[in-house]
C-alpha cells in the first residue's frame, strides 16, 4: 500500500493544503517519511490523517461555487471500533458543509472493509446536505463493502452501487465528474418516482 498514491491529475487547480477552507490547510507533506499505517501496512505519505487508525483520505478537489467535493479513501472503514464516521463528519465534512459544500463524491476503490455501528452521524450529514439540496455519493465500491453498507442501510443516506460503479473517473475534469454524477442522481430519481 505504501505506493499507492492519491490522484494527483487535479492537482495543478486544486491542493488542499493550499486552501484557507480546508482543514488540511498549511499541511507539510514528505515524499520519504511513511509514518501513517493501516494495521502492517504503511501508507503514501500524501494521505491525510483525519483521526482514524484505519482510513485516510485525500481532498482531491473542492469548487466552492458549484458546492461540491471529491475525496477520495484509502484503508478499513471501521464505525464499530474507531467510530469513523465520526472522525470523518467533524474533522473534515463539517469543514465543508461550513463552507458551503453540498454535494459530496466519495472515491471508495480503495477501501477494502466497512464495519458498521450507529448511523447518527450518516443520518445528520444526509440531512445537512439534502436540506441545501445536495448528496452523497460514493464512487465504485468494492461489491463486498457494498454488502456491508447495504446490511447497516445506509443507502437511506448515501448513494452507491452499480449506477455509481465502474465510472471512469480518472481521466476526466473534476467538474465533468460531478455533472456526471449529477446526471445520474437525477436520471435515477425520476425512474425511482
Same mark, same amino acid.
Given at each position: 500500500? /505504501?505506493? %499507492?498514491?492519491?490522484? @494527483?491529475?487535479?492537482?495543478?487547480?486544486?491542493?488542499?493544503?493550499?486552501?484557507?477552507?480546508?482543514? @488540511?490547510?498549511?499541511?507539510?507533506?514528505?515524499?520519504?517519511?511513511?509514518?501513517?499505517?493501516? $494495521?502492517?501496512?504503511? *501508507?503514501?505519505?500524501?494521505?491525510?490523517?483525519?483521526?482514524?487508525?484505519? *482510513?485516510?483520505?485525500?481532498?482531491?478537489?473542492?469548487?466552492?461555487?458549484?458546492?461540491?467535493?471529491?475525496?477520495?479513501?484509502?484503508?478499513?472503514?471501521?464505525?464499530?471500533? /474507531?467510530?469513523?464516521?465520526? /472522525?470523518?463528519?467533524?474533522?473534515?465534512?463539517?469543514?465543508?458543509?461550513?463552507?458551503? %459544500?453540498?454535494?459530496?463524491?466519495?472515491?471508495?476503490?480503495?477501501? *477494502?472493509?466497512?464495519?458498521?455501528?450507529?448511523?447518527?452521524? $450518516?443520518?445528520?450529514?444526509?440531512?445537512?446536505?439534502?436540506?441545501?439540496?445536495?448528496?452523497?455519493?460514493?464512487?465504485?465500491?468494492?461489491?463486498?463493502?457494498?454488502?456491508?453498507?447495504?446490511?447497516?442501510?445506509?443507502?437511506?443516506? %448515501?448513494?452507491?452501487?452499480?449506477?455509481?460503479?465502474?465510472?471512469?473517473?480518472?481521466?476526466?475534469?473534476?467538474?465533468?465528474?460531478?455533472?456526471? %454524477?449529477?446526471?445520474? *442522481?437525477?436520471?435515477?430519481?425520476?425512474?425511482?418516482?
Amino acid at each position: 500500500m /505504501h505506493d %499507492i498514491e492519491p490522484h @494527483f491529475q487535479w492537482r495543478d487547480r486544486y491542493r488542499a493544503e493550499d486552501d484557507s477552507a480546508s482543514p @488540511f490547510y498549511g499541511r507539510q507533506y514528505s515524499e520519504f517519511d511513511y509514518s501513517n499505517k493501516v $494495521y502492517n501496512y504503511l *501508507l503514501h505519505p500524501q494521505w491525510d490523517d483525519f483521526g482514524s487508525e484505519t *482510513l485516510y483520505l485525500k481532498i482531491l478537489f473542492v469548487d466552492y461555487d458549484d458546492r461540491y467535493a471529491i475525496i477520495e479513501l484509502i484503508g478499513e472503514w471501521n464505525d464499530a471500533l /474507531h467510530n469513523d464516521s465520526m /472522525h470523518l463528519k467533524r474533522e473534515v465534512i463539517d469543514y465543508l458543509v461550513g463552507e458551503g %459544500i453540498k454535494d459530496f463524491i466519495l472515491i471508495m476503490e480503495g477501501v *477494502l472493509n466497512f464495519h458498521s455501528d450507529a448511523d447518527d452521524y $450518516y443520518e445528520e450529514w444526509y440531512s445537512e446536505v439534502t436540506d441545501a439540496g445536495g448528496w452523497i455519493a460514493m464512487l465504485n465500491v468494492l461489491d463486498h463493502v457494498a454488502d456491508e453498507l447495504s446490511d447497516a442501510r445506509l443507502d437511506n443516506y %448515501i448513494h452507491y452501487g452499480d449506477l455509481l460503479n465502474g465510472l471512469t473517473w480518472r481521466p476526466q475534469k473534476a467538474r465533468r465528474v460531478h455533472e456526471a %454524477i449529477e446526471g445520474l *442522481l437525477q436520471t435515477e430519481r425520476r425512474r425511482v418516482y
